[in-house]
């Protein structure tokens, strides 16, 4: 595990802090680290739920510009292709993966949330955007394909376009973040939310995640198809003939996430 991105565990849930200071810019080696975070995570069974969080003042301020000064059109696209991976190793993590965003996320480290399953800000803490046309630049993180799936084709190409930036009122309003928190509150709630969510049946959970993620990319066919498979994949699961027990019981069930 690298020291740019660090993971703590908690069961049920896991944090993955970006600790890069002072912005949580990212170069390669912060690229690389992530993606082993992620792949950490993914193989403890205790770690049932995800949180990603930077510091008080930045989640992430994307990539760092001095690591494209005077390096080749190729390299650029390489870098790109290592963040992409990075990105598609939490977007198709089993688990659910919260961002919780304190402070400001621009260009690439709201390209990294977008990653996330969902994003819970704080309040009049940090600004949100998809800057990078104002330096000539095309977000090269995701974020053209994964902002118009969340709030929109014409919503998302304006933002990217002008490179508007706004708060989390704002944010929340257009649906680009799922929850708002005043500043000291939002780990603690985050925190709630995912416990609650750890005590579910998170191995479904998962399935669901996969069902709306990968439907979105192969068609309502397709889609269906899969969400059949995943359905006997949990109809086959301890945690499913457990929540038909308590049903039948007329008590809580007690998953397991198997």
């Given at each position: 595990?690298?020291?740019?991105?660090?993971?703590?565990?908690d069961?049920?849930?896991a944090?993955?802090?970006?600790?890069r200071?002072?912005?949580?810019?990212?170069n390669?080696?912060?690229?690389?680290?992530?993606?082993?975070?992620?792949?950490?995570?993914?193989?403890?069974?205790?770690?049932?739920?995800?949180?990603?969080?930077?510091?008080?003042?930045?989640?992430s301020?994307?990539a760092?510009?001095?690591?494209?000064l005077?390096?080749?059109?190729?390299?650029?696209?390489?870098?790109?292709l290592v963040?992409?991976?990075?990105?598609?190793?939490?977007?198709?993590?089993?688990?659910?993966?919260?961002?919780?965003?304190?402070?400001?996320a621009?260009g690439?480290?709201?390209?990294?949330?977008?990653?996330?399953?969902?994003?819970?800000?704080?309040r009049?803490k940090?600004?949100l955007?998809?800057?990078?046309a104002?330096?000539?630049?095309?977000?090269n993180?995701?974020?053209?394909?994964r902002l118009?799936?969340?709030?929109?084709?014409?919503?998302?190409l304006?933002?990217m376009i002008?490179?508007?930036?706004?708060?989390?009122?704002?944010?929340?309003r257009?649906g680009?973040?799922d929850?708002?928190?005043?500043?000291?509150?939002l780990?603690?709630?985050t925190?709630?939310?995912a416990?609650a969510?750890?005590?579910g049946?998170?191995?479904t959970?998962g399935?669901?995640k996969?069902?709306v993620?990968?439907?979105?990319?192969?068609g309502?066919?397709?889609g269906?198809?899969?969400?059949r498979t995943c359905g006997?994949?949990?109809f086959?699961?301890?945690?499913?003939?457990?929540?038909?027990l308590?049903?039948?019981?007329?008590?809580?069930?007690?998953?397991k996430?198997?």
């Amino acid at each position: 595990m690298g020291t740019l991105v660090s993971v703590k565990i908690d069961a049920p849930l896991a944090f993955v802090q970006l600790n890069r200071p002072p912005a949580n810019a990212y170069n390669l080696d912060f690229l690389k680290d992530l993606e082993a975070a992620i792949e950490e995570v993914r193989f403890r069974d205790e770690a049932r739920v995800v949180i990603v969080h930077g510091n008080e003042r930045f989640f992430s301020a994307g990539a760092d510009i001095t690591t494209f000064l005077g390096v080749t059109p190729e390299a650029i696209t390489s870098f790109g292709l290592v963040g992409h991976q990075a990105l598609e190793k939490i977007e198709r993590l089993p688990k659910i993966v919260i961002a919780a965003i304190e402070g400001h996320a621009m260009g690439g480290g709201l390209e990294m949330a977008l990653a996330c399953d969902l994003r819970f800000m704080a309040r009049g803490k940090g600004r949100l955007g998809l800057v990078e046309a104002k330096i000539g630049a095309v977000p090269n993180m995701g974020g053209t394909q994964r902002l118009p799936r969340l709030i929109g084709r014409s919503r998302a190409l304006h933002l990217m376009i002008t490179g508007e930036t706004m708060g989390a009122d704002e944010a929340l309003r257009i649906g680009l973040v799922d929850r708002v928190h005043e500043p000291a509150e939002l780990m603690p709630k985050t925190v709630e939310y995912a416990r609650a969510l750890a005590q579910g049946a998170t191995l479904t959970i998962g399935l669901i995640k996969q069902c709306v993620n990968e439907g979105f990319e192969i068609g309502l066919g397709g889609g269906l198809a899969l969400e059949r498979t995943c359905g006997g994949v949990a109809f086959r699961s301890a945690d499913f003939k457990e929540g038909a027990l308590a049903f039948q019981e007329k008590r809580a069930p007690a998953f397991k996430g198997c």
